[in-house]
Nanobody, 121 residues
């Protein structure tokens, strides 16, 4: 019923760029806070970037100045622009956040399946 679908992952050389997209689908009225997470090999999942409904953004120190999160509320889509990519950025990137499934109730958690980003040296 509620689904987030990521796209845009792939293989890129160090210093390159990728833009990830996260589209909300299903019985979703609108999106609330949206975020991107990642989990590298042998590492715990970490918050990469977050954006509120009012477009207030938060970034992990490791990606500040290189990544930018944005959103299109009309399209119910969040984006992650990744520049100056490093091998350390290699991970599965997940879209997550809260979405409204009813105009009368609170938002609920939603997650995507993840998309692989691999940065080569």
């Amino acid at each position: 019923q509620v689904q987030l679908v990521e796209s845009g992952g792939g293989l890129v050389q160090s210093g390159g760029s990728l833009r990830l997209s996260c589209a909300a689908s299903g019985s979703i009225v609108s999106t609330y806070t949206m975020a991107w997470y990642r989990q590298g090999p042998g590492k715990q999942r970490e918050l990469v970037a977050e954006i509120t409904l009012g477009d207030v953004t938060t970034y992990a120190d490791s990606v500040k100045g290189r990544f930018a999160i944005s959103r299109d509320n009309a399209k119910k889509t969040a984006y992650l622009q990744m520049n100056s990519l490093k091998p350390e950025d290699t991970a599965v990137y997940y879209c997550g956040g809260k979405v409204y499934v009813s105009p009368y109730g609170p938002p609920v958690d939603a997650w995507g399946q993840g998309t692989q980003v691999t940065v080569s040296s």
